[in-house]
Structures are given as C-alpha cells and as structure tokens.
C-alpha cells in the first residue's frame, strides 16, 4: 500500500510559513554551531530521517512540530507569533514516514527557469537566501551548502527573494513598515493565483499558470505573469527586474504604494 503523505496548508501568510519549513533542518539542535561542518550535517539528516505518524487538522505550525519533536526528539526555534496562530493554520496526515520525507513533499517545488539571460539574477537571488538564512542562523556556509545547496533555484525561492530585495533596495519606508508580503502577493494575484486556498485548489490549474509564467506566454501587458501594467510594454520580452520596477513605477504614480 502507498505511504499516505498528505499536508494541507492553509492562511494568508503561506510564504512565510512555506520558506521556514524549507530551512526547517537547519533549526534542529540549537548546539551544532560548535560541531565540524560535517557532524552538522549528518545530526540534522539522521535525525530527520526518524519516522513519523501524525494526524492533525487545523493546528498552528509550532503545534505540529511540536507533535513531531515529541515523536523524533527533534528541536526547533520556531515559536507562533499572534499572525500565524491566526492566519496560518495547518493539516497533517503521514504515516511512518520520515521526516525529511516528509519535508520533501512540503518543499518539493516547480524549478525556476529562464530564457532571458539576465534572469538569471533572480535565480541566483533565489539561492543565496540559503545563504542569508544561514548567516542569519550563525550556520557555516559549508553547511549550507551541503543541505541546501543541492538543488536548483525554485520559482518560490524566486518570488520570495524578489520581494526582499523590492522591500529593502527599493521600496524601504520605516513609516508605513516592512511591505515584503505585499509584493509577494502582488505576484500571485498576478499571475492568477491569488484564490487559491485548501478549498478550492485546482492543482492542474497552479501547474498550468506556472508553466505559462515560465514560457513567457503571459499577456503582452503582463497579466498571468509577476507584474501587471499599463504602459504599452511588452512584458514578455522585459527581464523580471524591469518588469517589477515598471510596476512599481505605476503604483507610485497612481498613489497606491
């Protein structure tokens, strides 16, 4: 019979959540900073390779992993804040499966490619918040690089490091507060995705607009695409940088950022 693994996840700050539960191995066993690159690696995958039972619906991400270090002895750093126990509630329904299997079917996502050759910056943007995460972490880079950096740049990563560097290069405002998920879900609604939820998830759907995304094969003004405008350019012919900053140039105009 097919191992069951099946994880709902449900909220409007889902990019928050879905970044921390890709670094999730590196918050187990806060002492490995004094351990050798090496020793720190092989504790976090063995013991994410313990397996695991669970079956909870509508629980906040620090209470399922609450449920999963009581089963595999496994620590994290993560604490709900008032935001995510309200907002991001979560299902869980796996048998006897490890939890880096686990992980795997919540951080499996679709690759980032490009046929521009500036975007290229994005990926690399995507990538080195592994990095960044890990600095933040005090986590060696060579650790990183053995957990993480081990697979390409995915569109999340992408979305998600695009955003930051909107927010801190570019749009930074101390009198309205960080707006890191406002662009991030400007995105979404972009590219049509903004009603999705458990409800109502079309996976076909999701897969289709992503590839379309990819291809390039948005409208001309954007739309189904990371930004939407109304100045004439062809957006599928515009690198994804460009595409942000016309964006955010309209906004600006219109009064609405």
């Given at each position: 019979?097919?191992?069951?693994?099946?994880?709902?996840?449900?909220g409007k700050?889902?990019?928050?959540?879905?970044?921390?539960?890709?670094f999730?191995?590196?918050?187990?066993?806060?002492?490995?900073?004094?351990?050798?690159?090496?020793?720190e690696?092989d504790?976090?995958?063995?013991?994410?390779?313990?397996?695991?039972?669970?079956k909870?619906?509508?629980?906040?991400?620090?209470?399922?992993?609450?449920g999963?270090k009581?089963?595999t002895?496994?620590?994290?750093g993560?604490?709900?804040?008032p935001?995510t126990a309200?907002?991001?509630?979560?299902?869980?329904?796996?048998?006897?499966v490890?939890?880096?299997?686990?992980?795997?079917?919540?951080?499996k996502?679709?690759?980032?490619t490009?046929?521009?050759?500036?975007?290229g910056?994005?990926?690399?943007?995507?990538i080195?918040?592994?990095?960044?995460?890990?600095?933040e972490?005090?986590?060696?880079?060579?650790?990183?690089?053995?957990?993480?950096?081990?697979?390409p740049c995915?569109?999340?990563?992408?979305?998600?490091?695009?955003?930051?560097?909107?927010?801190?290069?570019?749009m930074?405002?101390?009198d309205?507060?960080?707006?890191?998920?406002?662009?991030?879900?400007?995105?979404?609604v972009s590219?049509?995705?903004?009603?999705?939820?458990d409800?109502?998830?079309?996976?076909?759907?999701?897969?289709?607009?992503?590839?379309?995304?990819?291809?390039?094969?948005?409208?001309?003004?954007g739309?189904?695409g990371?930004?939407t405008?109304?100045n004439?350019?062809?957006?599928?012919r515009t690198?994804?940088?460009?595409?942000?900053?016309?964006y955010?140039?309209?906004?600006m105009?219109?009064?609405?950022?």
């Amino acid at each position: 019979m097919k191992k069951k693994e099946i994880i709902n996840r449900s909220g409007k700050n889902k990019w928050v959540v879905g970044l921390f539960l890709f670094f999730f191995p590196f918050l187990c066993y806060p002492n490995l900073s004094s351990a050798s690159p090496e020793e720190e690696a092989d504790a976090v995958w063995q013991n994410t390779d313990k397996k695991v039972t669970l079956k909870m619906t509508g629980k906040t991400l620090a209470h399922i992993l609450s449920g999963i270090k009581a089963q595999t002895g496994l620590s994290y750093g993560f604490r709900d804040t008032p935001d995510t126990a309200q907002h991001g509630l979560y299902s869980i329904d796996v048998k006897n499966v490890s939890v880096e299997e686990a992980l795997n079917t919540l951080l499996k996502g679709t690759e980032f490619t490009y046929t521009i050759p500036m975007d290229g910056n994005r990926a690399e943007d995507g990538i080195n918040l592994r990095y960044r995460f890990g600095c933040e972490q005090l986590y060696s880079d060579v650790m990183v690089a053995s957990c993480l950096d081990d697979r390409p740049c995915s569109i999340l990563e992408m979305m998600i490091a695009l955003s930051i560097r909107c927010e801190e290069h570019i749009m930074d405002d101390p009198d309205v507060g960080d707006r890191t998920g406002q662009w991030f879900w400007s995105m979404l609604v972009s590219l049509g995705l903004g009603g999705m939820e458990d409800r109502k998830f079309d996976r076909y759907l999701v897969d289709a607009t992503l590839e379309r995304f990819l291809d390039r094969g948005y409208e001309r003004n954007g739309e189904g695409g990371l930004f939407t405008v109304n100045n004439g350019r062809d957006m599928r012919r515009t690198e994804i940088w460009y595409q942000m900053n016309y964006y955010l140039s309209e906004m600006m105009k219109e009064g609405s950022v």
